[in-house]
């Protein structure tokens, strides 16, 4: 049973990718960011760590963990932001490499598909038998989150100076996806790709 480690600039249509996968192909997704947000659910394990490392004041009134307050925070501050991703990192892939090597011993899925934001984060899991990017140009990322997210020309600006650049993840990739059109063919690159797994 292959793992793919998936992953795409925003814009690139990363969910839609997954959904086909999971609809059409027999595949367990694991979206990183998703499992993130369980663990830091109040009383789960990267939950104590952030309160641990940053206090109680990062909490709303409900003793839940307050993310805007986070984000603002650990925004432009590389130093909070390392910190941050020491409490939670290394709990989201020991929950990875758990559930791979579930689905993988009882054989529930013909695929496992994990995505992440950053390539390095799929190889520092130690799991991916494959790394998969989906490549779209950059005037046509921006015209899908103007559309979808409702984003500025600013907006978009900032969000894509705050990313790697694309040869980043190209050269770091076995399998380019090509999702400039639309979604059949993507589904017929992914029936082709998932044959060969």
């Given at each position: 049973m292959k793992v793919v480690g998936i992953t795409g600039g925003v814009g690139s249509g990363k969910s839609e990718v997954l959904r086909l996968l999971e609809e059409k192909f027999e595949c367990k997704v694991i979206r990183t960011d998703d499992v993130?947000?369980?663990?830091?659910?109040?009383?789960?394990?990267?939950?104590?760590?952030?309160?641990?490392?940053?206090?109680t004041g990062v909490l709303d009134a409900e003793g839940r963990l307050d993310r805007p307050k986070m984000a603002a925070m650990v925004f432009g501050d590389n130093e909070k932001l390392q910190l941050l991703n020491q409490c939670t990192h290394p709990d989201v892939y020991a929950w990875v490499r758990e559930h791979v090597r579930e689905w993988k011993t009882d054989g529930s899925c013909r695929m496992i598909a994990v995505e992440a934001a950053l390539?390095?984060?799929?190889?520092?899991?130690?799991?991916?038998?494959?790394?998969?990017?989906?490549?779209?140009?950059?005037?046509?990322?921006?015209?899908?989150?103007?559309?979808?997210?409702?984003?500025?020309?600013e907006k978009m600006d900032a969000v894509f100076a705050s990313q790697l650049d694309e040869s980043v993840f190209i050269n770091g990739c076995d399998v380019l996806i090509d999702n400039?059109?639309?979604?059949?063919?993507?589904?017929?690159?992914?029936?082709s790709l998932c044959k060969s797994q």
């Open positions: 993130a947000r369980d663990l830091c659910e109040p009383g789960q394990v990267s939950y104590r760590r952030i309160v641990d490392a940053f206090g390539m390095e984060e799929l190889k520092m899991m130690g799991v991916c038998d494959s790394y998969w990017f989906i490549y779209v140009k950059p005037e046509i990322r921006r015209e899908r989150l103007r559309i979808s997210r409702g984003y500025s020309e400039n059109s639309d979604l059949e063919s993507v589904e017929k690159q992914l029936k």
